[in-house]
């Protein structure tokens, strides 16, 4: 099977950047939903990541008619219950805890949520997760996992990364993901750990 080019199914430039960042040993041209120039929207309305990122990457594939990288990725509290989950990315606009309306940065509306559940919570216990799935159109598709444990911070810090990374230290760290240099984190990152074992897979099926 030889694939000379596959689409990463996001519209997430921190996200597209990490994937490229980690494909780049492939030699398979990236390319992502930005590049497209008829634009579709599938609704993430599953219940876990896997079945969000299997959906994705499925429709895609078979409506751009291209080899697809689909990720559902998100961060788990364990004090919340594990949430914000599947939810990580509208976390601001679920009922559980409450809504923010109409943030400006919906990633820092996300964390002011986040924050204000834990103010008097000492068990600060977290974990990112990612399931990352490739799927060829005529269904063919394989699909892993990954997870970075940590521990939220009482306040954000850093410039680097996006979404939860100013507020989640990584276990062995003292300082958060959004204050770790790109190599850094994608040594022990979720998708990290996720794509590497994909490339793994795919090496040996291309």
């Known amino acids: 099977m030889k694939i000379d080019k596959v689409l990463v199914a996001t519209t997430n430039k921190g996200k597209l950047r990490e994937f490229q960042a980690l494909l ?43 080899p697809t ?4 990725a998100g961060l788990e509290i364990e004090a919340l219950n594990n949430y914000p989950g599947v939810f990580s ?3 601001y606009d679920i009922d559980f805890g409450g809504k923010i309306k109409n943030p400006k940065d919906k990633d820092k ?11 008097e919570e000492k068990n600060r216990k977290a974990r990112f997760v990612s399931n990352v799935v490739f799927y060829i159109p005529k269904d063919f598709g394989i699909w892993t996992e990954g ?3 940590g521990e939220i911070a ?5 410039e680097k990364g996006f979404g939860y990374d100013p507020i989640f230290i990584p276990e ?17 990152s979720h998708r990290g750990k996720a794509v590497r074992k994909l490339i793994d897979l795919m090496k040996k099926i291309l």
Not at 109 to 119: F, G, P, R, T, W
């Open 147 to 149: 997870y970075c444990y």
């Open 154 to 158: 009482k306040q954000p810090t850093g």
């Open 109 to 119: 509306a996300n964390i002011e949520k986040v924050l204000n559940l834990l103010k």
């Open 89 to 91: 990315a509208r976390f």
């Open 69 to 72: 990288i689909a990720e559902d």
């Open 24 to 66: 780049s040993d492939l030699g398979i041209n990236v390319l992502s939903l930005e590049d497209m120039k008829e634009k579709i929207e599938i609704e993430e309305d599953k219940n876990t990541f896997l079945e969000n990122a299997i959906k994705k990457a499925k429709e895609y594939a078979k409506f751009y008619n291209l």
């Open 172 to 188: 062995g760290y003292n300082k958060t993901m959004a204050e770790l240099s790109s190599e850094e984190k994608n040594k022990i």
